[in-house]
């Protein structure tokens, strides 16, 4: 009995071992790698294109070429996770190498970053040193394996990972023996449960029916949908789908028809197919839409509620892809506009938050903060009216399907023409309608009011109305935002030359002012050019002159706004009247009484949030410590009984115009400069993090309103900062994905900190 005994014991003390020495890829490696790498590794902005966040894409290895160069001549091709190429071999074909192999004799790739990371902590919580260059513009080296001692000679403190605080000695000693023992990958593929599958199958169904009209609803559908995470009523928490063109129907395994732009020529039957989102989901590129089974009845009952017929079935082409209003002519267009409004916030968020990972390219023609509406579609000419639909939609072609360098400007300049030739044709078509009142404004639900932030080269939006009364307001009515999405979305190429950017950029200038315009029409016509000016102060004047159709100071308005600022009269009744629709009240920024706190709140954060009111809404004349702040700072605050509430200090930064691609800085505008913050997390890009107990906020805020420069910026820094090398920084850090999936759990996703700066 005690020999068995025995045995077993040893039996087990064996198998334990076993066990320890054999390190699993998806149990042990990926979240220590979700913990450590993700939040730099992810997206196209990966340095080295190295992704972290599958199997797959630790397979793929890395690449010398950059994704994001505004300057190349000639059009990338495309290195899509997932898309463009699987399986290693077929990585290597395209100029990837190995992070993982053992070549030479020598350890991994990523052994050796490691180890050179390893080899140089970094003092606790301490600014790093002023020549090691972090942030999205460092250039990247990514050294092949018979390079790494040359480039860890010159650049001693660059392992991994980078200029944070490193692995633990725990987590560091598991991934070097996984390398050593070959760099197992065990990684299963994310299946859909019982349920999603079930919804698969009826969308599935839905979208590849027969019939041309249907194929005209799918490919529109496909379009819109396509860089969607889309989830299910009832799903399992953490699974997303993704719709894709496949060359295998329904019931086989996803053949991806891998196109450069989703609206390419797919040179073959399409099948339209839903099929699960891999690896760790990042807060950047996670852009959701929820689908059920009462979405699919509003979708058949939008499109095929009335009769409508296909009279040619339209190709593929440039010019398909610059009119998208011809493209799908035959679909109604109220149906179109009203899909679009029913999740407005997703496709705002498409090309506000970006498909790309980093949207300077766009970000650089809107204001740092402004509020968007939309026109109700029973007001809006291209719907209601077929002869102004008919006589305007070849002129709302959008440019950058040809990318010729040399005939830039003649493109442009074409392109310019036709959209102020629309213009002019709305502004004579609005001239005759009824004049816009509130009934003209949509109401429809929670999505008809988003508030948009700018982080320079990033940007966010929400519903609802958040911060003080912007400065600009966009209207938009169905042209602006199907042109946007097309042209910002669908159309727009992250690996095109630099004429495609340059005609996107340019174009979409066209658009913010088209919205603008817009909304000036809701304003008195002799308060117009005053509100103009303010927004086109400077060279924003001669922009006007040169490209912008001239502004309608005629047509009557139908709200009864009067006195010297009826922008402000318009904004407070819309916060009156809109009050049901509008997901994010905001008495922190808007403080009208003497409380300015949320209610519902314990004692300690409602003093709290009283104390943080007083950076609100102050311009940086008066609050200077705004000159020292990053765009997008996230606060913590520690409560009593473990609570804890985040908030995000977004900086506003004002400009004389925003008209021109180049020369921001000279239309910059610094005293101007205001604090938006509100208790959410409102980026995808924390540029820094502090943290401070319930009992200490008052002390903070006036610390932060004694700052007057660098240094005692930096008292404030040493005290409650969370800086890159703090011991806890990965902790932090990730508190702020959890305060997301903690009030809002579809929104979650690991947060990226290529921009977290080294205050």
């Known amino acids: 009995m005690r020999y068995r005994l025995l045995l077993s014991v040893c039996l087990v003390v064996i198998s334990a071992s076993a066990i320890a020495g054999e390190v699993s890829y998806s149990r042990d490696i990926q979240p220590i790698f979700t913990q450590n790498c993700v939040a730099c590794h992810a997206c196209y902005d990966a340095p080295c294109q190295l992704n972290l966040g599958s199997g797959e894409g630790v397979e793929r290895g890395a690449s010398k070429a950059t994704v994001y160069d505004g300057t190349r001549t000639k059009t990338q091709a495309t290195t899509r996770l997932f898309m463009d190429a699987h399986g290693e071999p077929a990585w290597r074909r395209k100029d990837f190498h190995s992070v993982l192999e053992q070549q030479g004799g020598q350890a991994a790739l990523m052994a050796r970053m490691l180890e050179l990371g390893h080899a140089t902590p970094l003092p606790a919580n301490s600014k790093l040193p002023k020549d090691l260059v972090i942030g999205i513009d460092r250039e990247n080296q990514c050294p092949l394996p018979g390079e790494f001692e040359a480039f860890a000679a010159k650049n001693p403190m660059a392992g991994m990972p980078f200029a944070v605080t490193g692995l633990t000695a725990q987590d560091y000693q598991t991934v070097q023996r996984w390398l050593e023992q070959g760099a197992p990958l065990d990684e299963q593929a994310l299946q859909p449960s019982a349920g999603e599958a079930r919804q698969i199958a009826e969308w599935e169904r839905f979208l590849n029916a027969p019939g ?7 490919r529109w559908l496909y379009e819109h949908l396509f860089l969607a995470h889309l989830h299910f009523k009832g799903g399992e928490p953490g699974h997303f789908f993704q719709l894709v063109r496949s060359r295998t129907p329904s019931g086989q395994p996803v053949d991806i028809i891998a196109t450069r732009r989703p609206n390419d020529d797919p040179g073959t039957t399409v099948h339209y197919r839903l099929m699960p989102i891999q690896g760790v989901i990042v807060h950047k590129t996670h852009i959701t839409y929820p689908l059920s089974a009462e979405k699919l009845a509003r979708v ?9 017929q296909v009279g040619v079935v339209p190709g593929y082409g440039v010019q398909r892809r610059a009119n998208p209003f011809e493209t799908f002519e035959a679909i109604p267009a109220q149906a179109r506009y009203q899909f679009m409004l029913d999740n407005a916030e997703y496709f705002v968020r498409t090309f ?6 980093r949207g300077q390219i766009a970000t650089d023609v809107i204001r740092d903060n402004f509020w968007v509406v939309f026109q109700d579609p029973q007001h809006d000419l291209y719907i209601t009216d077929p002869a102004y639909r008919g006589e305007t939609t070849p002129l709302l072609s959008m440019p950058g ?17 036709k959209r102020n030739d629309y213009e002019a044709l709305r502004t004579a078509g609005y001239a005759v309608a009824p004049a816009p009142d509130w009934s003209h404004i949509w109401r429809g639900n929670d999505n008809a009011l988003l508030s948009i932030f700018r982080h320079y080269d990033s940007a966010s939006v929400r519903t609802g109305l958040i911060g003080e009364i912007p400065q600009t307001l966009w209207w938009m009515d169905y042209p602006l935002l199907e042109r946007t999405y097309y042209q910002l979305v669908v159309n727009f190429d992250v690996f095109g030359n630099v004429s495609h950017q340059a005609q996107t950029r340019l174009y979409f200038d066209l658009i913010r002012n088209g919205a603008e315009q817009n909304f000036l029409r809701l ?16 060279s924003g004047k001669l922009k006007a002159w040169m490209d ?12 009864p706004l009067s006195g010297e600022n009826p922008k402000r009269q318009f904004a407070e009744q819309l916060l009156q009247r ?7 009240p905001d008495p922190i920024n808007r403080c009208t009484g003497q409380h300015c706190h949320r209610d519902g709140l314990p004692a300690d954060l409602q003093q709290a949030e009283q104390a943080l009111s007083r950076l609100a809404s102050r311009p940086a004349s008066q609050l200077k410590v705004i000159h020292q702040l990053p765009e997008a700072t996230l606060l913590r605050v520690e409560a009593g009984n473990g609570r804890r509430e985040v908030y995000s200090l977004l900086r506003n930064r004002a400009h004389s115009n925003v008209a021109f691609m180049l020369g921001e800085d000279l239309r910059y505008q610094p005293r101007l400069d205001t604090l938006t913050l509100y208790p959410e997390v409102l980026t995808s890009y924390p540029n820094f993090v502090f943290s401070v107990p319930a009992s200490q906020v008052a002390d903070f805020v006036a610390a932060l309103e004694q700052v007057s420069d660098t240094s005692s910026f930096e008292t404030v820094v040493e005290r409650w900062g969370i800086r890159r090398t703090h011991p806890q920084f990965w902790r932090y850090f990730h508190d702020l994905s959890a305060h997301i999936r903690e009030h809002d759990p579809q929104e979650a996703g690991v947060l990226d900190m290529n921009r977290y700066q080294n205050l």
């Open 212 to 218: 041309d009209e249907q194929g005209l609803v799918s």
């Open 300 to 308: 058949k009952s939008l499109f095929f509620g009335s009769d409508w």
């Open 352 to 357: 506000i938050r970006g498909p790309v990972c």
């Open 401 to 417: 399907q040809l990318d010729q360098i040399e005939d830039l400007l003649g493109l442009w300049r074409a392109y310019r023409n």
């Open 523 to 538: 304003m008195p016509a002799d308060a117009r050019s005053g509100l103009f000016s303010d927004w086109y102060q400077k």
């Open 548 to 559: 912008y159709y001239p502004l309608d100071r005629k047509t009557p308005s139908g709200l």
């Open 578 to 584: 809109f009050a049901a629709l509008n997901a994010r």
